[in-house]
């Protein structure tokens, strides 16, 4: 496949009530390394974003509601397979790319297929500018919670999936694996895809010269435990809920490593215990997460309360 980027790459920001102006930012440095940009805007209503796309030289898909990530990954990549891209940069709307990400993404794609493996995505590492952390890739076929930076024989980092942000997908892989999951509506959309990918032979790669900045979370806690100081990631009671439902729906899918369930599992139990213990508003938290296990049991999806 070539890499020329000016033809057949395209790059889709997923948009919800953004800041114009680091929106703005994020398409200019994604038009300077590729052709097409799609903005596709989850805002309810519109963020009334038309001329700060425009200016910025990408394109504007509102979708008039808040219909999900899966959902609004998969259009924005149908309007660049419109434009006849085969290359799918992904990005949400808080990461901060180098300039050089498109290049280095798609040649280390190119090198994976050059060795003849059947490739899904290749991801960046991502750095937490609220914490300084750069993160691994979490390591292929294995229950440890540890991430990595370790390449294989290809001199590039295996892994059991990587985030959507920052990642690198082809229209074979897409055609061949099928659209991001629309009714999981927001998380782990982006691993039930990559472990949906490595079901059907495909690989899924880290490349580790690749960091672009991006924050987890909405924001970071600090308390003391053991007699050390700790910080983790903290989200709203929605997103727990989310979190808490898609688990267990994507305990149900066969193609979900079993490590992945198993480790999960304890994660998510941590995560509520934690909540109980630093969360201002615990009894929020709590029937968050009560919900999400309750509808997640039930097989409901979708987005939260539409049932």
């Known amino acids: 496949m070539s890499l020329d980027k000016t033809t ?39 963020a009334d974003l038309g001329l700060v796309v425009q200016e910025s030289g990408g394109e504007l898909l509102e979708l008039g509601d808040n219909l999900g990530i899966g959902a609004a990954l998969n259009r924005g990549i149908d309007r660049l397979m419109k434009c006849g891209c085969f290359w799918f940069f992904l990005s ?3 990461s901060v790319p180098p300039a050089d990400l498109a290049a280095r993404l798609m040649t280390a794609f190119c090198r994976l297929q050059g060795f003849g493996l059947r490739v899904a995505t290749v991801g960046a590492l991502f750095l937490d500018p609220r914490t300084g952390h750069v993160s691994g890739f979490p390591r292929k076929n294995s229950c440890s919670n540890s991430h990595h930076v370790c390449p294989d024989w290809t001199g590039l980092v295996p892994a059991s999936y990587v985030i959507t942000s920052g990642s690198l997908v082809s229209r074979d ?8 999951a629309e009714e999981l509506f927001i998380d782990y959309v982006d691993i039930e895809w990559c472990f949906r990918a490595a079901s059907r032979g495909y690989a899924v790669y880290g490349e580790p010269a690749a960091v672009i900045e991006h924050t987890l979370g909405d924001r970071t806690v600090s308390f003391w435990l053991f007699g050390r ?6 989200s709203s009671p929605l997103r727990i809920y989310f979190q808490n439902r898609n688990y267990l729906l994507l305990c149900r899918l066969p193609h979900i490593g079993l490590c992945w369930k ?7 139990t941590a995560a509520v215990l934690l909540y109980m213990v630093v969360a201002r508003h615990r009894l929020a938290y709590l029937r968050s997460a009560l919900k999400g296990f309750r509808d997640g049991l039930m097989g409901r999806t979708g987005a939260a309360g539409e049932r």
């Open 229 to 234: 100081r700790q910080k983790a990631l903290h």
């Open 262 to 268: 198993l480790l999960s599992l304890a994660k998510r």
């Open 8 to 46: 057949s790459a395209g790059a889709v920001i997923v948009a919800f009530h953004p800041s114009r102006e680091a929106l703005a930012d994020l398409v200019r440095c994604y038009r300077q390394q590729l052709r097409h940009v799609v903005v596709v805007d989850n805002t309810p209503g519109g």
């Open 92 to 94: 949400d709307q808080d």
């Open 173 to 180: 892989a897409i055609e061949t694996v099928g659209p991001m």
